[in-house]
């Protein structure tokens, strides 16, 4: 462990002080460190090389984890985009801060301003702060990441599926796609003004490369500063597109093309921190929004073995792989099995930072002990699985799931799309309830529910819990600290 790190360890009562007086002390004090969070829009539980895909290589982030920690066990608060930014963002499941499914062009409400970001936070402790790419929780100016903690944004407010061209990439018209031909075009935004916009999807091709030079450029620009770096990659959600370079070079199609750049991408931004001597300094983390949207077949990814995809609160929804590298402070080389959430990062980072949390009440816990390599502290035990509006579709404790019967989607028993054309889903399919273990059977797959009603009756007084506080639409019940998202009205 360098100086550092363990500087860090030791403020925060990590190391003991037997250990302290063996190793010299760092003479000046340890510069905040620096966090590069880097977050995939749609990239499945399967689809990093060290997780399992198997058609292309990942390199740059199996070397991560190599130098790092790998979660295996990690989640998002809900499988669709802008709920699961709401949550990473403010370290709230996202119901409390009122923030469900995924924001339109058309959209009046975003993020509470009110609310505290993961930027505002760092903020308190003078980081400098971007955020590149997607953005998605409001676009209307007083929710755009400049009022939200960030000194600069460049990238799209909302996802690149949400232009006014249909997934066979040909201009929609009233009669094709009535709700297509009424979106803008995809605009590029700097800071809050548009400065270019997507109209084709050849524009897209160069959307990674762009989004990964401006974070190349801010590492180099910011290295005497500690710094936030939120990086929200466009890709791999659908429509696709892939430069040049990584045209035809994977063995899975175009999918495995833009994993390949994306995996490119965090190599430029690990040699950008090589190259300005921060990386034994910087937290990076690579994870994804949620799960494959798996009816665009072979324009989705995977999830790896685990059930049903993106939109969905079964685990191939929810469950997204996780890497984090910290040199000199977490361990390389490991795997984190123990529950963890992107709710956990804002606490965590705070933590770091020595800054203060938010005065509103969170979510998240600091999973610093787990990045020490202590996994007995087990930060984290229970999980709450909301999706939809309000819905507790599932907990979750220890090794233990139980599902709740409920509507949902259901990607079984329809031919997936091809080539960028979605396929059909049931929305409204119902699903019987079940209890799973997730360590013998993570697909979810076999009812122990009858077996087991002193676990059941453990996992219903967890859902208790939640409905009091959150509430729940599935039970009627309002709870008692949700809050408002921001409205233009
Ligand atoms: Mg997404």
Known sequence: MNKRGFAYLKSLGLVSLGLVTSVAEAKEPARNPNIVLIFADDLGYGDLGCFGASQYQTPHLDQLAARGMKFTHFYVSQAVCSASRAALMTGCYANRVGISGALNPFAETGLNPDEETIAEVLKKKDYRTIAIGKWHLGHHPQFLPTSQGFDEYLGIPYSNDMWPLTYDNVRATPQTNVRKASFPELPLLENTQKIDEFRTIADQEKITTLYTEKAVRFIHDNQNSPFFLYLAHSMPHVPLAVSEKFKGKSNQGLYGDVLMEIDWSVGEIVAALEQCGLTENTLVIFTSDNGPWLNFGNHAGSAGGLRQGKGTSFEGGQRVPCIMAFPGTIPA???????????????????????????RKIDGISILPLLAGNFSANPRNEFYYYYRQNSLEAVRKGDWKLVFPHPGRNYEGFAPGQNGLGGKVNDQFNFEGGLYDLRRDPGERYNLQPFYPEIVAELEKVARQAREDLGDDLTGNPGKNRRKPGSLN
């Open 333 to 359: 080389g490991t795997v984190c099995s123990n529950i963890a959430s992107t709710i956990d990062l804002l606490p965590t980072f705070a933590a770091l930072a020595g800054a203060p949390l938010p005065s």
